[in-house]
């Protein structure tokens, strides 16, 4: 199984700032199959970026996704109110697993 | 509107079975494969199990194999999850998913809002 490990647990960060949340594999996920997902509390997860790099429908371009390999990075350029959420990643080259999370909580 | 609606889930003794239902709309539901994903309150996500989407092909947790069941009925729109020999340990939130292929083991485009399934003496 790909153990997926996210860091840092929790980001204090003000609106504006740029957020930088890591995903880091076990093994090598193949094709860059890793995608990304919001979840605000009591919400369903809200699907961000799939093969590492390319935005869902409707995302705006402040989420950018970048990575291969072990090592995966979701970046939020200029963070606005609506942001502050937990970010999970997920691999689907191997089974399906997914991160622990990041919570991105206002500073 | 794409949806996906869980049905109400319950309070199970450990040992004891519930079945989950999910009733999807908006799209065509035999063009995608499908998933249940659970998420223990204040923890992450996990995948519990899959099916492609003819039923033809299912994939389980290590956790829930030998113990839970996923089937499809593509003339209802709806996704099921039989749950058996339950513990306390599969107390979460259930999560219905739609892959964003015919096959279950992609990433997951559209979300249901989950279902509370307790385990409980």
């Known amino acids: 199984e790909i153990v997926l490990t996210q860091s840092p647990g929790t980001l204090s960060l003000s609106p504006g700032e740029r957020a930088t949340l890591s995903c880091r594999a076990s093994?090598?996920?193949?094709?860059?199959?890793l995608a990304w997902y919001q979840q605000k509390p009591g919400q369903a997860p809200r699907f961000l970026i799939y093969?590492?790099?390319s935005r869902a429908t409707g995302i705006p371009d402040r989420f950018s996704g970048s990575g291969s390999g072990t090592d995966f990075t979701l970046t939020i350029s200029r963070l606005e109110p609506e942001d502050f959420a937990v970010y999970y990643c997920q691999q689907y080259g191997t089974s399906l697993t997914f991160g622990g999370g990041t919570k991105v909580e206002i500073k | 509107e794409v949806q996906l609606v869980e049905s109400e889930g319950g309070v199970v003794r450990p040992g004891g079975s519930l079945r989950l239902s999910c009733a999807a709309s908006g799209f065509t539901f035999d063009d995608y494969g499908m998933s249940w994903v659970r998420q223990v309150p204040g923890k992450g996500l996990e995948w519990v199990s899959g099916?492609?989407?003819?039923?033809?092909?299912?994939g389980y947790a290590d956790s829930v194999k030998g113990r839970f069941t996923i089937s499809r009925d593509n003339a209802k729109n709806s996704l099921y999850l039989q749950m058996n020999s339950l513990r306390a340990e599969d107390t979460a939130l259930y999560h219905c998913?739609?892959?964003?292929?015919?096959?279950?083991?992609?990433?997951?485009?559209?979300w249901g809002k989950g279902t509370t399934v307790t385990v409980s003496s």
């Open positions: 099916i492609n989407w003819n039923g033809g092909s299912t």
């Open positions: 093994q090598t996920v193949s094709i860059t199959y």
């Open positions: 093969g590492a790099s």
């Open positions: 998913a739609r892959s964003a292929k015919p096959y279950y083991d992609y990433y997951m485009d559209v």
